[in-house]
Nanobody, 114 residues
């Protein structure tokens, strides 16, 4: 059974940066595309960035040019570097497989103040 643990969130002013990390345990990690998802208050969870098994990346238009996703397969870890943060980036951030999701972790809260 896979467990996902997201860390690195916090409170930051607009224009600031945060680096999130997602560590997976209990399963093979490297063959899968992994995504970072965001759930804003009162909204559905949305995919904001994904990284393929070979390292290819895709981003939602709302974060393109500001967020960078990367992975370290040896550490079973995916990162999300978030720069130039905006108040609308506020939410709980989760990671998971892009297809056939594992169970969800608890996420990490990101709050961006104006």
């Amino acid at each position: 059974q896979v467990q996902l643990v997201e860390t690195g969130g916090g409170l930051v002013q607009a224009g600031g940066s945060l680096r999130l990390a997602c560590v997976a345990s209990g399963s093979t990690f490297s063959p899968y595309a992994i995504g970072w998802y965001r759930q804003a208050p009162g909204k559905q969870r949305e995919l904001v960035a994904r990284i393929g098994s070979g390292g290819s990346t895709n981003y939602a238009d709302s974060v393109k040019g500001r967020f960078t996703i990367s992975r370290d397969n040896a550490k079973k870890t995916v990162y999300l570097q978030m720069n130039s943060l905006k108040p609308e980036d506020t939410g709980v951030y989760f990671c998971n497989r892009v297809t056939s999701s594992w169970g969800w972790g608890q996420g990490t809260q990101v709050t961006v103040s104006a």
